[in-house]
T-cell receptor, first 112, second 112 residues
Framework: QKEVEQDPGPLSVPEGAIVSLNCTYS??????FMWYRQYSRKGPELLMY????GNKEDGRFTAQVDKSSKYISLFIRDSQPSDSATYLC????????????FGKGTHLIIQP | KAGVTQTPRYLIKTRGQQVTLSCSPI?????VSWYQQTPGQGLQFLFE???????NKGNFPGRFSGRQFSNSRSEMNVSTLELGDSALYLC???????????FGPGTRLLVL
C-alpha cells in the first residue's frame, strides 16, 4: 500500500461545477498537508497549506483535513477552464526526513 | 520576490554521461529540496540541503548527489546516466524544514 493514494483521473466536469479532489494516506505522523496545482510542463504551484485537522478557505478553494480518517480534500467552487491542471496532494510529518510525500496527482479537465 | 529558478530548462544526454543541474531558491530561503518526477512514480524526494549541509536523502542510488553553496544556491549531479533517469527534476525552496515548499519550473532531462 502506497503512503498516499490519489485517483489519477482524468476528472472532467463542466464549467461552474464544484470540484472535489481527495487523497487518503496511511502515515498517522503526517501533520502538514498541502495542495499543489501543476500545469503541463510547469513546476507545481502551492495552492493551499493546512496544519493538522480542519478546514481552510482561500477564494474559490477550500481544503479539508480529517486526520481521524486519514483523508484530505480540496474543493474548487465555480470551476473555470483555467483550473484545468493536475492537482497534487502532499504531506509531511514536519521532521523533514523524507521531504514531502506526494500523491500521484489528479488530472482535472474543466469543460467550457 | 522572484521565484525559484532552475537552469537549464531542458537537457539531452546519452547513457553514461553525467549532468549538473542548478537551482536558485527564493531570496531568504535556506532550505533547498530536490525531487524527481516521472509519469510512473510521480514526485519522489531526492535530498534536502540546509545551510550547505545535506540534511535528508531519499531512496536514490549514490549516482545522485548534490551540494549547496553559501548563498543557498544548489546543484545536483547525476553521474553515469541511465535511460531511467529521464525525468523532470524539480527544485523547491522553503524558509523552514520540509513544510511549505515552493517549486521551480524544473529541468527536463532526456537520456538517450
Amino acid at each position: 500500500q502506497k503512503e498516499v493514494e490519489q485517483d489519477p483521473g482524468p476528472l472532467s466536469v463542466p464549467e461552474g461545477a464544484i470540484v472535489s479532489l481527495n487523497c487518503t494516506y496511511s502515515n498517522s505522523a503526517f501533520q502538514y498537508f498541502m495542495w499543489y496545482r501543476q500545469y503541463s510542463r510547469k513546476g507545481p504551484e502551492l495552492l493551499m497549506y493546512t496544519y493538522s485537522s480542519g478546514n481552510k478557505e482561500d477564494g474559490r478553494f477550500t481544503a479539508q483535513v480529517d486526520k481521524s480518517s486519514k483523508y484530505i480534500s480540496l474543493f474548487i467552487r465555480d470551476s473555470q477552464p483555467s483550473d484545468s491542471a493536475t492537482y497534487l496532494c502532499a504531506m509531511s510529518d514536519g521532521g523533514g526526513a523524507d521531504g514531502l510525500t506526494f500523491g500521484k496527482g489528479t488530472h482535472l479537465i474543466i469543460q467550457p | 520576490k522572484a521565484g525559484v529558478t532552475q537552469t537549464p530548462r531542458y537537457l539531452i544526454k546519452t547513457r553514461g554521461q553525467q549532468v549538473t543541474l542548478s537551482c536558485s531558491p527564493i531570496s531568504g530561503h535556506r532550505s533547498v529540496s530536490w525531487y524527481q518526477q516521472t509519469p510512473g512514480q510521480g514526485l519522489q524526494f531526492l535530498f534536502e540541503y540546509f545551510s550547505e549541509t545535506q540534511r535528508n536523502k531519499g531512496n536514490f542510488p549514490g549516482r545522485f548527489s548534490g551540494r549547496q553553496f553559501s548563498n543557498s544556491r544548489s546543484e545536483m549531479n547525476v553521474s553515469t546516466l541511465e535511460l531511467g533517469d529521464s525525468a523532470l527534476y524539480l527544485c523547491a525552496s522553503s524558509w523552514d524544514r520540509s513544510r511549505t515548499q515552493y517549486f521551480g519550473p524544473g529541468t527536463r532531462l532526456l537520456v538517450l
